[in-house]
Every structure is written in structure tokens, then in C-alpha cells.
């Protein structure tokens, strides 16, 4: 069978590309090293690096009574009246006469609310919260302000890492709802203006409550 000339370049640049391979322009991509890069400093800070990024307010505590103290000047601050807390442990913490403003009354008509996580990501500055919570789905979402309880045990590195931390903890009961939020609610949907508070909270709080490793 006779082969058409054109046909026949083809197939000789074809015999040509085969006898002298190109190098890959990105060899590193091609899966020859790990995503998931490991830690260079203290996940307290990095967490606090990350989240204050993404326009979250921290504050690190050195144990629950200086926790109590950060979160009554903040009230104060800020002038709220009725803050929204469901979470029994929670309830217990501010249990005082001097946190009148912390209840579980209506969450439609709250200055705030405050909720416990399941872990918190330092890399990416997350909270990651679950519907097996006492608070549920709607409370870190639909107050317009949230306030986060966390402990430094709970701090994990990666988001890899909170995964392994849920399915552990909940085994083949994984929560319905996960979510992941990073800093308060933003968008940029309209004219690439960026906007705070539209699908969710206005203000995010993390207050990080410092809790030492028991000797092994």
C-alpha cells in the first residue's frame, strides 16, 4: 500500500519524538513528592498566622479563667446583651453572675454566639465544626457574630489530619453536616468587590485556650 507524503511526515516526526524524548517541563508535579508539606513552627502560631489572614480575630488564653476574663471585656466591649450558647460544657464555663448575657434564649434575636469545634486546622486557619455538636448546623452560621471555645490539644496540622481526627472519633457514624470555616462569611460575587457578613457571620473569635500535653 502506497503511503501519501503527508502521511508519511507524520509518522516520521512521530519516530523522531519517540528516539529523543522531551524532559518533562514540571518533573515535581508529577507526584514525586507530598502534598502535604510538614510543619516548620508551633501550630498555636501558625493557626493564628492563618486565621488572622483570613480577617478572624484570635486570642490566646492561658488557661479558662483568663479565657473568662478576655471574653467579659469583650461583652463589655462590644455592648452585647444576649449572646446564644446551647452547649451544656459551655454554659457551665460562664456559669457566673458576671456573664448575665451568656443564655440559650433565641438565636433569631442574639448579638452573638458562641459554640465549641471539633478541631481546628492550622494550615488553612479553619474551624471545623460537625451537626453532632450540641450547637447543630445553623448556630456558627446564622449569628451574626461567632465565638469559638477551642483547646490547643484540639489543634491539628492539616486538613488530612481533622479527617483521620472525625472518622476516630465517629467511626462509621460520620455527622451529616461537616464545614470548614475560615474567617468570617465573604463574597465576591458582585463586581469583584470583596463583602463581609453576607451568607454568614460578620466577626469570627477564636479563643484559644492553652491545654498542656499529659507526660506520656
Request: glycine content about 4%; aromatic content about 8%.
Amino acid at each position: 500500500m502506497k503511503v501519501s507524503s503527508s502521511k508519511e511526515k507524520i509518522l516520521k516526526k512521530i519516530r523522531e519524538a519517540l528516539s529523543n524524548s522531551t524532559p518533562l517541563p514540571f518533573p515535581k508535579s508529577e507526584g514525586n513528592s507530598s502534598v502535604f508539606q510538614p510543619r516548620t513552627e508551633d501550630l498555636e502560631i501558625l493557626f493564628a498566622e492563618e486565621f488572622t489572614k483570613l480577617l478572624g480575630k484570635f486570642a490566646f488564653c492561658i488557661n479558662e479563667d483568663d479565657a473568662k476574663n478576655q471574653i467579659k471585656k469583650l461583652i463589655v466591649q462590644k455592648k452585647w446583651e444576649n449572646i446564644y450558647c446551647k452547649e451544656n460544657e459551655l454554659q457551665n464555663l460562664f456559669k457566673t453572675e458576671e456573664f448575665p448575657a451568656i443564655k440559650e434564649s433565641s438565636l433569631a434575636h442574639c448579638d452573638a454566639a458562641i459554640t465549641s469545634c471539633n478541631c481546628l486546622i492550622a494550615r488553612t486557619g479553619a474551624i471545623v465544626m460537625s451537626s453532632a455538636q450540641q450547637s447543630g448546623r445553623t448556630v456558627s452560621a446564622y449569628s451574626p457574630v461567632h465565638i469559638c471555645i477551642a483547646y490547643t490539644d484540639q489543634l491539628v496540622f492539616d486538613t488530612r489530619d481533622a479527617l483521620k481526627n472525625l472518622k476516630n472519633k465517629y467511626g462509621n457514624n460520620i455527622p451529616s453536616f461537616i464545614t470548614f470555616a475560615a474567617g468570617p462569611s465573604r463574597t465576591a460575587d458582585i463586581e469583584k468587590t470583596l463583602v463581609v457578613g453576607v451568607h454568614g457571620p460578620k466577626e469570627v473569635y477564636v479563643f484559644l485556650i492553652d491545654k498542656p500535653l499529659l507526660p506520656v
